[in-house]
């Protein structure tokens, strides 16, 4: 999994707004222009009141420049408000207008035709007037309802997070059930350092059974903890959406749509605010709820580019890269300032391996929406270049800028994990504990941390870490990293320890895919290692089949090499490390590939580059690295 798939730069909680890019001859070669200069000269994220205006027909958008936009009031922002942000700001009044008649549906494209779409999701219209209330079969088409009685407690069940009649008795209540589930993952990844292997296995295909049949039920927000949402303009209290408290919005956001069902606004919010809670506590479940939200805003206004971005948002979080470009460019015919439709846009350029597209893509992005969710994928663009110097001075300058939480713990653990990538632990874990200062449960500082302090040395406080990290968040990276440092570490009971942990991905792995995420490139890294080798090579080489990136060049080479078919894994090792991204477990992979090929004097020139460059890049690829270079000598 490349570093930035599931963790994306939280999105401003501003409306859309166009600024200009700044003066022409103001940046410097390779750094984003309104990332120049000195901080008090950065773009404020704007506050969420401020909203802003796309120029219409024929008009050309005149935003301020980075220092005029940083100092203007939220009065001169809400002046430059666009129709779209208007709409979704709308009063409920103006909200009833917009649903079409009953039985109308919105025109689709074909990504829309073609989008992955679970038997849950199938499920989700509401039934049509005069019927039980109860789903339709899977398949079978149903009619919204009409305004009414009926109606308005099918929406307010759909915006409490229910599918009607999805609870496990037929009726509306299905929390329990999606309670439970979200339970049964943490409690596997507790379970996990004290059951055998083969019982895991047992219950990673149960936890898959129960989670495609209860992928229906959605499910109020109970299970705890804090983080920013995603959020497009709503009717509801913009301020409450960037308070830090994701589980509280999403409660408001509820609320609000029993109230106004009518609000696309509302819905695309509802949609996003999901799929960031998938990603902060990760749980892809969250992701067949966002597409409902999401769908339900582009019904009641199609091709509404809050919607349009959210549903490029939940492609790239299932790892549907071409359907997130879709998406993205759909949502930026509508609105081309749309500052989520131009970070999904890099996103997906970016995984589909699409580079000299996704540098351009940033650049146009910091031109019409400068701000931290920008600086940061234009800091990863030049950071897979080999660009290390502008990569952490652009991260530097938007951490300078950064001023919710959200902000700071992400910016923070990008500069965290971009110095652990070149060996600078110290460094590193100071930029973890910012992260962290921000926000004490933030998995991707909580991760790093550990990491740096494998790396120094710290075997115990690194797996203490790592264990408070997959108690959390049961995800296959963190998995597959402590379950190398029981390996490492060698205790009694240990490798069992360990052996746990690989089968923990497995069920993570179920757990996604029922839930519409495609996992070949966690299947592949992780079984390649840590299972079964001729699993590995097919995700790997379907993977490769989807996207040509420097990762999946370097999953379907070590596959390769795994299965001892080393002469054909060297031409996709040598393009993983082709770009001059600074990652030393691909330097590794490629010297032990090109050593097992033959070519000593490759070999250790590969293998000494990722020692050199990060001595601690993983408690076992290191020992093997230094065994091998000793032998190649």
Same mark, same amino acid.
């Given at each position: 999994?490349?570093?930035?798939?599931?963790?994306?730069?939280?999105?401003?909680?501003?409306?859309?707004?166009?600024?200009?890019?700044?003066?022409?001859?103001?940046?410097?070669?390779?750094?984003?222009?309104?990332?120049?200069?000195?901080?008090?000269?950065?773009?404020?994220?704007?506050?969420?009141?401020?909203?802003?205006?796309?120029? =219409?027909?024929?008009?050309?958008?005149?935003?301020?420049?980075?220092?005029?936009?940083?100092?203007?009031?939220?009065?001169?922002?809400?002046?430059?408000?666009?129709?779209?942000?208007?709409?979704?700001?709308?009063?409920?009044?103006?909200?009833?207008?917009?649903?079409?008649?009953?039985?109308?549906?919105?025109?689709?494209?074909?990504?829309?035709?073609?989008?992955?779409?679970?038997?849950?999701?199938?499920?989700?219209?509401?039934?049509?007037?005069?019927?039980?209330?109860?789903?339709?079969?899977?398949?079978? %088409?149903?009619?919204?309802?009409?305004?009414?009685?009926?109606?308005?407690?099918?929406?307010?069940?759909?915006?409490?997070?229910?599918?009607?009649?999805?609870?496990?008795?037929?009726?509306?209540?299905?929390?329990?059930?999606?309670?439970?589930?979200?339970?049964?993952?943490?409690?596997?990844?507790?379970?996990?350092?004290?059951?055998?292997?083969?019982?895991?296995?047992?219950?990673?295909?149960? &936890?898959?059974?129960?989670?495609?049949?209860?992928?229906?039920? &959605?499910?109020?927000?109970?299970?705890?903890?804090?983080?920013?949402?995603?959020?497009?303009?709503?009717?509801?209290?913009?301020?409450?959406?960037?308070?830090?408290?994701?589980?509280?919005?999403?409660?408001?956001?509820?609320?609000?749509?029993?109230?106004?069902?009518?609000?696309?606004?509302?819905?695309?919010?509802?949609?996003?605010?999901?799929?960031?809670?998938?990603?902060?506590?990760?749980?892809?479940?969250?992701?067949?709820?966002?597409?409902? *939200?999401?769908?339900?805003?582009?019904?009641?206004?199609?091709?509404?580019?809050?919607?349009?971005?959210?549903?490029?948002?939940?492609?790239?979080?299932?790892?549907?890269?071409?359907?997130? &470009?879709?998406?993205?460019?759909?949502?930026?015919?509508?609105?081309?300032?749309?500052?989520?439709?131009?970070?999904?846009?890099?996103?997906?350029?970016?995984?589909?391996?699409?580079?000299?597209?996704?540098?351009?893509?940033?650049?146009?992005?910091?031109?019409?929406?400068?701000?931290?969710?920008?600086?940061?994928?234009?800091?990863?663009?030049?950071?897979?270049?080999?660009?290390? %110097?502008?990569?952490?001075?652009?991260?530097?300058?938007?951490?300078?800028?950064?001023?919710?939480?959200?902000?700071?713990?992400?910016?923070?653990?990008?500069?965290?994990?971009?110095?652990?990538?070149?060996?600078?632990?110290?460094?590193?874990?100071?930029?973890?504990?910012?992260?962290?200062?921000?926000?004490?449960?933030?998995?991707?500082?909580?991760?790093?941390?550990?990491?740096?302090?494998?790396?120094?040395?710290?075997?115990?406080?690194?797996?203490?870490?790592?264990?408070?990290?997959?108690?959390?968040?049961?995800?296959?990276?963190?998995?597959?990293?402590?379950?190398?440092?029981?390996?490492?570490?060698?205790?009694?009971?240990?490798?069992?320890?360990?052996?746990?942990?690989?089968?923990?991905?497995?069920?993570?792995?179920?757990?996604?895919?029922?839930?519409?995420?495609?996992?070949?490139?966690?299947?592949?890294?992780?079984?390649?290692?840590?299972?079964?080798?001729?699993?590995?090579?097919?995700?790997?080489?379907?993977?490769?089949?989807?996207?040509?990136?420097?990762?999946?060049?370097? *999953?379907?080479?070590?596959?390769?090499?795994?299965?001892?078919?080393?002469?054909?894994? &060297?031409?996709?090792?040598?393009?993983? =490390?082709?770009?001059?991204?600074?990652?030393?477990?691909?330097?590794?992979?490629?010297?032990?590939?090109?050593?097992?090929?033959?070519?000593?004097?490759?070999?250790?020139?590969?293998?000494?580059?990722?020692?050199?460059?990060?001595?601690?890049?993983?408690?076992?690829?290191?020992?093997?690295?230094?065994?091998?270079?000793?032998?190649?000598?």
């Amino acid at each position: 999994m490349s570093p930035r798939t599931n963790d994306s730069a939280p999105e401003s909680d501003s409306g859309e707004q166009p600024p200009a890019g700044p003066e022409a001859g103001t940046a410097k070669a390779g750094t984003p222009a309104s990332a120049i200069g000195t901080a008090e000269a950065m773009p404020e994220e704007p506050t969420a009141d401020a909203t802003a205006e796309e120029p =219409t027909a024929g008009t050309t958008a005149e935003g301020p420049s980075a220092r005029t936009k940083a100092e203007e009031s939220p009065a001169d922002a809400r002046a430059r408000q666009s129709p779209a942000d208007a709409t979704a700001q709308q009063s409920p009044a103006d909200a009833t207008a917009e649903e079409p008649a009953a039985g109308a549906t919105a025109k689709e494209s074909p990504a829309d035709a073609t989008a992955q779409q679970s038997p849950a999701d199938a499920t989700a219209e509401e039934p049509a007037a005069g019927t039980t209330g109860k789903e339709p079969q899977v398949g079978t %088409t149903a009619q919204e309802l009409p305004a009414g009685v009926a109606a308005q407690e099918a929406v307010a069940q759909e915006a409490q997070g229910h599918a009607p009649g999805s609870g496990a008795d037929g009726g509306a209540d299905g929390d329990g059930v999606h309670d439970e589930r979200v339970a049964a993952v943490r409690r596997l990844s507790v379970s996990g350092r004290r059951w055998r292997a083969a019982q895991l296995g047992l219950c990673a295909a149960a &936890l898959a059974v129960a989670l495609t049949a209860g992928a229906v039920v &959605l499910g109020a927000v109970r299970d705890g903890g804090t983080a920013n949402a995603a959020a497009a303009p709503v009717a509801v209290s913009p301020q409450l959406l960037a308070s830090g408290d994701l589980d509280a919005s999403i409660t408001s956001l509820q609320a609000h749509l029993r109230a106004q069902p009518k609000d696309f606004g509302g819905w695309a919010t509802l949609g996003l605010a999901y799929i960031e809670q998938a990603r902060t506590k990760g749980d892809p479940s969250r992701y067949p709820q966002a597409q409902r *939200a999401l769908d339900r805003s582009l019904r009641l206004r199609p091709d509404n580019d809050p919607a349009l971005a959210g549903r490029a948002a939940l492609a790239a979080a299932r790892h549907d890269f071409h359907g997130a &470009l879709t998406y993205a460019d759909r949502a930026l015919k509508q609105n081309p300032y749309s500052e989520r439709a131009l970070s999904s846009r890099i996103d997906a350029l970016v995984e589909l391996g699409r580079y000299d597209d996704a540098s351009k893509a940033a650049d146009l992005a910091d031109e019409r929406r400068p701000g931290v969710p920008v600086f940061t994928r234009y800091a990863y663009v030049r950071e897979l270049r080999g660009d290390v %110097t502008t990569a952490r001075r652009v991260l530097e300058q938007a951490l300078s800028t950064a001023t919710s939480r959200g902000d700071v713990s992400y910016v923070a653990s990008a500069l965290g994990q971009l110095a652990w990538n070149q060996g600078e632990y110290k460094t590193a874990l100071t930029y973890y504990a910012r992260a962290l200062a921000a926000d004490d449960s933030y998995l991707p500082a909580l991760e790093g941390r550990a990491r740096a302090q494998a790396a120094q040395g710290d075997s115990a406080a690194a797996i203490r870490g790592m264990e408070q990290v997959v108690e959390r968040f049961p995800l296959p990276q963190p998995l597959v990293e402590l379950g190398e440092l029981y390996e490492a570490r060698g205790k009694k009971g240990d490798p069992q320890k360990a052996r746990d942990q690989y089968a923990l991905v497995d069920a993570w792995v179920a757990l996604a895919r029922a839930n519409g995420v495609n996992a070949d490139l966690d299947t592949a890294l992780a079984a390649a290692d840590h299972g079964d080798h001729k699993a590995a090579l097919k995700a790997a080489r379907a993977e490769w089949a989807r996207r040509h990136t420097v990762h999946t060049a370097d *999953a379907l080479a070590w596959a390769l090499h795994v299965n001892g078919r080393d002469k054909e894994a &060297l031409p996709y090792t040598r393009r993983a =490390t082709a770009t001059g991204y600074h990652n030393a477990s691909f330097l590794y992979h490629r010297g032990i590939i090109e050593r097992a090929a033959g070519d000593a004097k490759e070999a250790r020139a590969s293998l000494k580059s990722a020692l050199d460059l990060n001595p601690g890049f993983s408690p076992l690829g290191v020992r093997k690295a230094r065994t091998a270079l000793g032998a190649a000598k």
